[in-house]
């Protein structure tokens, strides 16, 4: 069967009927099967055009970390690329040399150590990215223990109860024990102490996570590496670290340029991140890149020959869109390092500024201010308990914001919270928007006798 949102009905009737439009008769089309003619293009695009109407709109989406506006010029460039397939690079090499230079941009944006001979690719996006870090962490670990003489068949992988699901799905694919380090108080994220206590001769790798997606902070990469170290001088055990940078990656060079977090650090093997996110571009776009080039085992490269010419791939998927790819080399080109420092400081600004202003309403808890992604979570002060953040989430969606509202993970699920994501093209005037609408409805709120929606009845959102 196929997938699909667990709460929501599928549609009632099995067909659609046509409104007649000028001259046409009206008709029934089938939803969920082929129709048996045609129909003209115009009658096609406006019944999908119709039905796209009660899809939100991107920009009151303060759900997704995933860009939702792009300049008109890079529009143009994803419309005249639609066309091309990232994979046939003998047939659109200019292309090909575009992804090669983003990955030479973003392994010296990272410090890597020979940046002259980047290891990298894009991916369809940082989940893909991530995934592939993972299978070289397990391949590298899996070589080694070869090479020793011990048996490689119980990998694990040390991380934050945080992390995004792509790394949950890694370790379901590719049989691999995650082992999570749980919250713990006001502890929302991994510490280096914990990282060490669940390591050992399995372990094919620590992940960092540059931007927690439940709150928008950082991991201390420095200190998990350091920590590391010191692992390693007392036991032997050496331990690699991928970072997943999906946002921060994107972020903390241009704004936090004094925060060691890349490759500066010589046990950090591997970085992955989003373009679609803080990379400014829209989906699906991802890059991942190796320290070096024994940092990727060769024999997780295939080499093709069918498409015109002997290519390596490294990849998940094979087709794939190129005009992404494109849309991220004209962000690279057109902006610079000081258009997205600009950029990232804006929009960290504004998260700043708007989080103040939530947390001084009187109602509200801040959990972070936004001062590092400018991403920020907020829940109910203490002694509000005749609404839930669900309710808040709820009267929002009303004007038509769309703001997250959920429970934290294991050891902290007493905690429930809203999240806002601040990206490109929210800006003051929206922040003002926004607040004017979450006061027009305190009041309303504030009226309740309790709670209406909880974690089971309200909107729920996973990013």
């Not at 996006?125 to 899996?142: D, F, I, N, T, V």
């Amino acid at each position: 069967m196929g997938l699909k949102h667990p709460r929501r009905p599928s549609s009632p009737r099995a067909h659609l009927s046509l409104a007649p439009l000028f001259t046409r008769e009206g008709a029934r089309v089938p939803r969920h099967e082929l129709p048996a003619g045609e129909l003209d293009p115009d009658v096609a695009y406006q019944i999908i055009h119709d039905e796209l109407l009660l899809d939100g709109n991107s920009r009151m989406n303060l759900a997704t970390f995933v860009s939702t506006w792009m300049e008109p010029q890079a529009v143009r460039l994803i419309a005249e690329c639609l066309d091309k397939n990232m994979i046939d690079k003998d047939e659109y090499p200019q292309t090909a040399e575009l992804e090669m230079r983003c990955v030479n941009i973003l392994s010296r944006l990272w410090h890597a150590p020979d940046a002259e001979q980047a290891t990298g690719c894009s991916t369809t996006g940082s989940s893909e990215a991530a995934m592939l870090g993972g299978l070289a962490l397990k391949r590298r670990w899996q070589q080694r223990r070869a090479a020793e003489g011990k048996p490689a068949d119980k990998p694990n992988i040390v991380m934050g109860i945080n992390v995004q699901i792509c790394w949950e799905k890694f370790a379901n694919y590719w049989d691999v024990e995650m082992r999570l380090v749980p919250m713990e108080g006001d502890r929302f994220h991994l510490s280096a102490d914990e990282a060490v206590k669940l390591c050992d001769e399995n372990t094919i790798g620590v992940v960092a996570i540059l931007g927690s997606t439940f709150d928008g902070s950082y991991e201390p990469v420095e200190e998990i590496c350091g920590a590391l170290d010191d692992l390693q001088t007392r036991t032997g055990l050496d331990v690699p670290v991928h970072v997943d940078g999906a946002s921060g990656a994107f972020v903390a060079p241009f704004v936090d340029p004094e925060l060691v977090w890349d490759f500066r650090l010589p046990r950090v093997a591997s970085i992955n991140t989003s373009g679609h996110k803080y990379g400014l571009v829209f989906p699906g776009v991802g890059w991942i890149v190796w320290r070096d080039a024994d940092a990727l085992p060769d024999d997780l490269i295939f080499w093709v020959n069918y498409l015109g010419d002997n290519m390596p791939t490294f990849a998940l998927n094979f087709s794939r869109p190129g005009a992404q790819i494109v849309a991220q080399y004209y962000n690279f080109l057109r902006l610079g390092f000081d258009g997205y420092r600009k950029v990232q400081a804006y929009a960290r600004e504004v998260a700043i500024r708007l989080s103040s202003e939530i947390g001084s309403m009187g109602p509200f808890r801040l959990v972070t201010k936004g001062d590092e992604l400018p991403v920020f979570a907020f829940t109910l002060a203490d002694g509000v308990t005749n609404f839930s953040v669900f309710d808040v989430s709820s009267a929002l969606r009303e004007r038509g914001w769309q703001v997250p509202a959920y429970t934290f993970p294991e050891h902290r699920t007493d905690l429930a919270a809203l999240r806002v994501v601040v990206r490109n093209g929210f800006g003051h005037d929206m922040a003002d928007l926004f607040l004017d609408d979450l006061r027009r409805q305190l009041p309303h709120l504030e009226r309740h006798a309790a709670p209406v929606h909880d974690a089971g009845s309200g909107s729920a959102f996973h990013h």
